[in-house]
């Protein structure tokens, strides 16, 4: 699909969500209302429930626009993913794959099991040609601008050829759902001890140096310190050092959070600062929240399979649904392909 | 040395700190008169200037037990590390380590160039029997208590052995310096995508399983999102993902601060909050600061090196002397010679 008109069908995995369906129809709700998608909806989960969620809230768009799909089965958390999927044909995640493969749907958004999901996404609808294994990309905020960290966990024994090609996916990700023209792409290293990168790094280097220019817009290596200045858009590594950035970074936020909490609770008169200055902290939660850039698409394949945090609230649901949108008509699936025959015939 | 009585002797490069030779013996009376640190110093750096450092300050233990030796050379940041050991032998760096080959010290403290402290600590005071490469081990706080991050930087291409090897080396430390029975001995991987791990974090389980219970208290594996559960005492991970964990940590907590303050300046509302809230922000600081833990040791040498950030203040500096004290004194060498054959032997 992705029509000339710029419209688009999403085919939305609404069960496996730990806040459930609920929050699903809510996020949709968000989305067309507040945020203005203009997009065709199918809802894949139990049709009664669904049909319920749907009738009581107040949607002003088009009923015709939202479908619902009904699907028996749940893939849990619990799930192994090759098993879910063989197992659970008709579970409302293999059904919306089912809706990607057979050309009715043009992305799909999930809260699901992420390695069903992208087991189910890379058997299903395929690597692109010449991509060696697809990658996860996720939105991060930084000072000034947010930036894509890829990839966070579908390749942990990457290959320089694998980062070469997460750099590839990222730029073209940043492209599609930032908006950034030219996007700046760094490679995350180590670099003021004895040794300067190690031999995964070191090699990926040259390569991106070889696509630099026409490919991408390499900006060099960077290290840890530096990821949150806001000075690139992509920060390629490989899934297993993405993962683990990523959660260590959540986790010295709630760190801080909560110690700074502690404090302020110590006593009467930093409890009427903290009062006072009760917004602030609300401001500062919200400015760095993932929920606006949430959705993260599994890049490389041959269609728009986007992965949302199991917790999303609907805030995050409706961001996952617009960046999902992006993605459709961006095209981004046809630049990719592009990008990487040509990346890989410069190596 | 490692004298019977419980003495030691430090010999401390004051030379290629960011703040000068000026922060290292402000350091040093702070060791002493607060933190009541019972050792005999050798400072190394330019002779006259420290020894009117020393004069102008206050100290009250026996002036004996500081020593000054004068080096002409300073290592600089820039020095490329093995070059800088060849071409500046009367460096305060080489001559400090110097002191310790020729037993006229137990342990080395500096500031200086990181690359140049472990190319020099590994070249002259060579690893112990059975050691693959040393690696660098820090403390970090966490909920409820610090714990140990190994390796951070020494080895960026780890084998499964050296992350073995790595997880004795930080156990001994956090017996040394935390005063920690058993610790609780963690492996860094990821968990929740498709792949759990990676091949030599899944090949580094199942060495750490074998050692477990005989060398080491094998706590299993964690992922990122636990990392400041407080839960574990040592964290095991190789020198490419530890420098970016640590980096980024560090960088995260920048940024959080920073977005914080800027909310906090918003309006005078806050402004107002903020001000009688201040002191929970200088605590919570406190609490996260690194300063309490400073002092890196290179583990695995015949010898004890410790690494202070190159701009260490003079409590980081204070601190660094105080567990290097406490490796010396509790023999923390001859603990990881033993238990390095013993794990090897079980391999």
Redesign the interface.
């Known amino acids: 699909m992705g029509e000339p008109d710029g419209r688009c069908t999403i085919a939305v995995d609404t069960m496996g969500s730990d806040l459930g369906p609920t929050e699903f129809v809510r996020g949709l709700l968000y989305a067309t209302e507040e945020l203005g998608l203009d997009c065709d909806f199918k809802l894949v989960g139990k049709g009664r429930l669904l049909e319920r969620l749907v009738k009581v809230r107040d949607f002003s768009i088009d009923p015709s626009k939202i479908q619902i799909h009904h699907a028996s089965e749940v893939v849990t958390m619990n799930d192994k ?1 090759i098993q879910a999927l063989r197992k659970k044909k008709d579970s409302s995640m293999a059904q919306a794959i089912e809706l990607l493969r057979d050309d009715k749907a043009d992305a799909v958004v999930s809260c699901g099991n ?2 069903a999901l ?2 189910g996404g890379t058997l299903r609808m395929r690597p692109l040609d010449g991509v060696d294994r697809p990658a ?1 990309g996720i939105i991060i905020p ?2 000034n601008k947010p930036f894509v960290l890829i990839d ?6 990457s290959t320089p050829l694998n980062l070469m090609q997460n750099a590839v996916f990222g730029s073209n990700y940043a492209k599609a759902a930032l908006g950034v023209e030219k996007p700046r792409v760094a490679l ?3 670099g ?8 995964l ?1 070191n090699a990926t280097h040259t390569y991106l140096e070889q696509i630099n220019g026409k490919v991408i817009n390499y900006a060099g290596p960077i ?7 806001g000075d690139v858009d992509v920060v390629v ?1 490989d ?3 993405g ?18 909490k502690e ?2 609770l ?1 006593n009467p ?13 609300k ?2 939660k919200a ?2 929240s993932p929920d606006q850039h949430a959705g993260a698409p599994l890049l490389g394949l041959k269609a728009n399979i986007l992965k949302s945090h199991g917790s999303s609230n609907y805030i995050a649901i409706a961001n996952a649904l617009r960046i999902a949108r992006e993605l459709v008509v961006h095209d981004m699936i046809d630049s990719i392909s592009s990008d990487i025959n040509q990346a890989n015939d410069l190596l």
Chains 1, 2 share one sequence.
């Open positions: 993913p992420t390695g992208m087991a996860l930084s000072r966070v966990g579908a390749i942990p024994d995350l290293t180590i003021t001890e004895e040794g300067k990168g190690n031999s790094v290290e840890g310190f530096q990821l949150f200045d590594c899934g297993f050092v993962n683990i950035v990523l959660k260590s970074s959540e986790a010295v936020f709630s760190f801080v959070g909560e110690t700074i404090e302020l110590r008169k930093r409890m009427l600062g903290a009062a006072l200055s009760k917004t602030a902290f401001d500062m400015r760095l």
